[in-house]
């Protein structure tokens, strides 16, 4: 899906869609926002945040939690597409 991604997939290839959207891959975006996270809702999920947690903060209006979802939901509709 991303042959520019840097991420070694399990299966030897890069730009896998199975890693573009993981939970560790997710929870690396966060984790490498800080200033995004402080202003967000998303510091009070727990440590196993996953897209249906960050879709309801989305639901309620958190810019930061919209961010995460649309950047999955390109990712899912550009491998979708490719299929």
Request: glycine residues 8%.
């Amino acid at each position: 899906v991303d042959l520019t991604d840097e991420e070694l997939c399990g299966c030897g290839s890069r730009g896998c869609l199975e890693r573009l959207v993981s939970p560790a891959r997710i929870r690396k975006m966060i984790q490498d926002q800080p200033d995004k996270r402080r202003q967000s809702k998303i510091m009070q999920l727990s440590e196993e945040t996953d897209i249906p947690q960050l879709s309801g903060l989305a639901d309620q209006g958190d810019a930061f939690a919209r961010e995460i979802v649309s950047y999955t939901a390109k990712i899912v509709s550009c491998g979708l597409r490719n299929i």
